[in-house]
């Protein structure tokens, strides 16, 4: 899926031509390092059999550093090892399928997705990418890793950042072995499809929203933006009759900024006083589970979830779905 992605600069070097020397290519590396904003990793000039032959970068900080060459086919190529420095896209990355946790690879966690060994290292991600998804010889070009300028070394990289380190643990999982999200007909289904992931969020007015202190007894889910949460809720509050099931709201920003998450201290204010537990997604996974779970536009409406003692999700509703359906809904979740 983000392969290809990955690999768009080395696709569009592939081709014919008289190549630079090595130690050309460097120089032009070094240049990019010196003018970027995290630290730039490679190979060094040589990984294997494989010399530096390429490097490029764009304006949203991800540069690579190319091993080999290729043979341009009718849709491209890619080279034999890609390494890719790019900072963390919080978004992207709520929404990963396919990622799983590998054991620490230089001291930083370890992640395949798309086809590729993923390392988090401060907030920034290096990717070495080898053709034919051969992760063992990704592990060793990884143990050559080196900062531009630096001498090689085999010391520990330095360690994620703490949200960063959140976000891939969403994605991947915490422990070496955990499988993230997968699509549909990549994983086990339906069995753990309905049942609510575990999440950790900031809560409006101060304190945590801790998924697990809602296990154990039926509780109600209302997801999306500030207008969709305290609607959902209200309308629920009105038709919840005796016992009333624990009533949450988790609000998210399906269109703000990816780089920037807003402050809880912006969602506050737009919020006001609310009157259950409400939770920010600022890292906006939890919340993306719930419309992928409902298959519901963020754009047109909410989600309000009803969720068991269990955990499992046993219905859903839009949050501007009619009275009587969510009347249906709280009836069933009393039984």
């Not at 719930?290 to 409406?301: H, K, R, T, Y």
Request: aromatic share 6%; net charge negative.
């Amino acid at each position: 899926m983000w392969l290809t992605a990955v690999l768009m600069f080395a696709v569009a070097g592939c081709g014919t031509g008289t190549s630079p020397k090595p130690e050309q290519v460097e120089e032009r590396l070094s240049e990019i390092a010196a003018g970027a904003e995290r630290p730039v990793y490679y190979l060094g000039p040589r990984f294997r059999d494989w010399p530096l032959t390429e490097v490029g970068a764009d304006d949203t900080g991800r540069v690579d550093a190319i091993y080999g060459t290729c043979r341009a086919v009718v849709d491209g190529c890619s080279p034999p090892v890609d390494v890719i420095n790019q900072p963390l896209d919080f978004s992207a990355w709520s929404m990963a399928v396919g990622c799983s946790r590998l054991p620490p690879v230089r001291g930083v966690p370890a992640a395949h997705f798309g086809g590729a060994l993923v390392l988090l290292t401060g907030d920034s991600l290096v990717t070495v990418a080898v053709t034919g998804d051969d992760n063992a010889t990704a592990v060793a070009a990884a143990e050559q890793l080196r900062e531009v300028g630096a001498e090689l070394s085999r010391a520990a990289l330095p360690p994620p950042d703490t949200v960063a380190l959140q976000v891939i643990e969403a994605a991947c999982g915490k422990n070496p072995g955990d499988t993230g999200r997968m699509e549909p007909d990549e994983g086990p289904e339906p069995v753990g499809e309905m049942q609510v992931p575990d999440f950790t969020v900031g809560r409006l007015g101060g304190g945590d929203l801790r998924w697990t202190a809602y296990l154990g007894k039926p509780v109600v889910v209302v997801v999306g933006d500030v207008p969709h949460v305290l609607t959902g809720i209200q309308r629920v509050l009105a038709l919840t009759t005796s016992p009333r099931p624990a009533v949450i709201g988790l609000v998210w920003k399906p269109f703000g900024s990816k780089d920037a998450p807003a402050p809880i201290a912006e969602i506050e204010q737009e919020a006001g006083q609310v009157t259950v537990p409400v939770g920010y997604a600022a890292i906006p996974r939890p919340a993306v589970w719930f419309f992928d779970m409902a298959e519901v536009d963020a754009a047109q409406s909410g989600v309000i979830a009803f969720v068991n003692a269990d955990g499992a999700v046993i219905r859903h509703v839009r949050t501007d779905a009619p009275d009587d359906a969510i009347s249906a809904a709280l009836d069933r979740l009393a039984r």
